[in-house]
């Protein structure tokens, strides 16, 4: 079994942010079926909860 990669979700609507695998349908700030794009950070020095902070 293999245990799927947490990447931090954005939503291009509101801004909200959370940690999931995959995107969901609906955004649980707004609740509308929006866009997310993925602003995990990858850099291992980065000192945030997993946001690259150029990305956000
Ligand atoms: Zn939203």
Redesign the pocket.
Known sequence: MTQLPQITWK?V??G?TYTAAQPADE?P??H?R?EFVDVSCYTPDCAGPGTDDRLV
């Open positions: 939503c609507k509101c909200y955004c700030a707004c509308e929006c």
